[in-house]
């Protein structure tokens, strides 16, 4: 076990959290290789409607790669008929039906649950639109970027830290442009914290961990990207859209 503990190559920020929070679930899945059994369900639970959404904010704002995105875009997206509608289809046929992503229309068969969680991701991914206008104009960078980078650690050996950054862009924060690091959370509530120190400490009810993600994603961008401008994180818990909830 030990060797298998020496072959581990890379952590993202899921990991490092599980083995903040619990160690022996580090060990069983990432040492020991324990896994869980896929279930096959026609339902969608929380981990595949986060995906869903996801992939519908990816196709929207690949578009928008390298452009000004005002709020008057984002208010033609939510105005324009169908449009949201047919980015969730899109999205829903990609992630849970598997059908191919170069097709010209989506029309999925949708049963009765997948039908609510289909009108429920098109009403988030709307609210999520509307708080975005809130920092237009922006300039989009990226979406769903995989970004990995070498991390030195005490003993002299290396390791990969990295993940899936959801999207990063340009904007203005008090008269300065910052490279905002937004991350969506389709399946928590906002969190507080006190401390950097507190996003480390497992005895702490109710761990900060998204923070710590936060964090995390910004110094795997800086690291990677080497960027001029100030780099600043951005939780997007979706479930709380047009409220205030910008950790910079």
């Known amino acids: ?9 890379y952590l993202s920020p899921s990991v490092i959290n599980k083995y903040i929070d619990c160690p022996l679930q580090f060990y069983l899945s990432k040492v020991a290789e324990f896994t869980e ?10 981990s595949m409607f986060g995906t869903i959404f996801h992939k519908a904010m990816e196709l929207i ?49 949708y049963n009765g649950e997948q039908l609510l969680n289909k009108y429920v991701i098109i009403d988030y991914v709307k609210n999520q639109l509307k708080y975005d206008m809130q920092s237009c104009p922006m300039t989009i960078l990226g979406v ?6 070498p991390f ?33 959370k389709t399946n928590a509530k906002a969190q507080k914290t006190v401390t950097l120190e507190d996003t480390f400490d497992s005895t702490k009810s109710g761990r900060a961990y998204n923070y710590l993600q936060a964090l995390y994603y910004c110094e795997v961008f800086t690291r990677h990207e080497n960027p001029k401008e100030p780099v600043s994180p951005a939780l997007m818990y979706i479930k709380t859209a047009l409220s205030s909830r910008d950790f910079r």
């Open 152 to 184: 030195e650690l005490n003993d002299g050996s290396t390791i990969l830290i990295g993940g899936i950054i959801d999207r990063y862009e340009r904007v203005r924060i008090n008269g300065q442009n910052v490279i905002r690091i937004s991350d969506y």
């Open 61 to 109: 704002y690949t578009e928008y790669i390298g452009r000004l995105v005002t709020a008057e875009d984002l208010q033609t997206l939510i105005n324009k008929k169908n449009c949201i509608t047919d980015y969730v289809d899109k999205a829903f046929s990609i992630e849970f039906f598997h059908m191919p992503d170069n097709l010209e229309t989506y029309h999925p068969n």
């Open 37 to 46: 059994d896929d279930e096959l369900t026609e339902g969608v639970d929380s």
């Open 144 to 149: 769903e970027k995989k970004m990995k980078i």
């Open 1 to 9: 076990m030990t060797e298998k503990l020496k072959k581990l190559n």
